[in-house]
Structures are given as C-alpha cells and as structure tokens.
C-alpha cells in the first residue's frame, strides 16, 4: 500500500520564490558575447539542451548586458568549465557587481581563446565548447526569459570525449566535472555509476 503522508514535508509558499529553500543539481558554463569591441562573459547555471538536436537554452535577464548583446550579434558561446576553474567563473561575473570600476579589466585578464567561426571567446582550458546562433527568445517569465540557440560548432576535449572502449568510470575519475549546487555551493564529480535502464529502454 502507498503512503501518501506528507508529514516528512514543509509547505513552500509558491507566492514567492521556492528556490532559495533546497539543494538542486545543475551544469555550470560560461556564456560568451560580443559587446561593442570588447568581449563578455557571464556564469550560467539554469541552461540545458533542448530534446536531442543541436539545440540549447538558458534562462537571462533583459537586466544583463549578456540578453541584448545575444539579441545585437545573435550568436553567443558556451564554455563548459572544470571543477579547477571554479575561481575564473567566479569572476566572469564580476561586471555584474555593483559599484565595481575595475570590473571590465578583471574580465580582460581571465585566460581566453578565439572562437574559430564567429568574433567571439571561449574560456580557455574548459572540457566542451559550443559556438551558437541565436534560435528564438522566449520572454514572459516574470522577469526572466529563456534564450535558445543552434550548436552550429561544438568541441569537446580529447580527455572528455566517451569512447567506448575507455573505463568510463575512470575516466571521470581522472577528469572530474563541474556541478552547481543551487543556491551557492559546487561540487567536482569524480565518482559515478551506471543508470539501472529497463530492458530493451529506448529513448
């Protein structure tokens, strides 16, 4: 018999935002953009692939300069960074500091490279790179929105790249990956297991 007690749960009051009260698990990347002549970069943990295409989003605000500058250039990179990267992240997102002067020369100093097709940058020594063009933008959410964009370029790291004759475990193992912890904690994931599929599981 199922049991539908609910005496081991709190009540959150949807009126506000829920977030803030547990522990979720996301993907942390760095989001690259043109901006004028110089280059931005900002940390983005709400982002994901869209089905099994070539597509991926992320949640922005038309508070931060990274939506307009999507909606000017349409095109945008995405940095998946190492758990030894945790700091270059951090401050990536330095300009949206308040009251910070220095906050574009800080920028300036974090080790980049030259996105191949398109005037823009990739964090330089991250484990997956996606050049992208802008699909749509999706606005409404209250004060958020959701930006798509086509994998148009996409690289991944000899070190990263599954095999099939490689010890997977392994080589997570010897090449840990980067998980944020929301809200404000991450994590570097060494240790993982096989998914327990149903027979003949087909996606």
């Not at 910070?100 to 800080?106: G, L, P, Q, V």
Request: net charge negative; glycine share 2%.
């Amino acid at each position: 018999m199922k049991d539908n007690s609910f005496d081991n749960f709190i009540s959150l009051n949807v009126k506000d935002t829920i977030w803030d009260h547990f522990y979720t698990v996301a993907p942390l990347v760095v989001i690259g953009t043109k901006e004028n002549d110089v280059f931005d970069l900002s940390p983005k943990h709400m982002v994901t692939p869209i089905g099994f295409s070539n597509y991926l989003g992320f949640v922005c605000t038309p508070r931060h300069a990274t939506y307009h500058n999507i909606k000017k250039e349409k095109n945008f990179t995405v940095s998946f960074v190492r758990p030894d990267q945790i700091l270059l992240t951090s401050l990536s997102a330095i300009p949206r500091c308040e009251e910070n002067h220095f906050s574009k020369a800080i920028v300036e100093k974090i080790p980049t490279i030259s996105a191949p097709k398109n005037d823009n940058i990739f964090i330089a020594d991250s484990y997956v790179l996606f050049e992208c063009t802008l699909y749509k933008i999706i606005d409404g959410f209250d004060d958020y929105s959701i930006i798509t964009g086509q994998i148009d370029a996409a690289y991944v790291h000899k070190d990263y790249k599954i095999f099939s004759e490689v010890d997977q475990q392994k080589q997570i193992y010897d090449n840990p990956l980067l998980a944020y912890i929301a809200q404000g904690r991450f994590a570097s994931i060494k240790e993982t297991f096989s998914f327990p599929y149903p027979k003949d599981f087909h996606r």
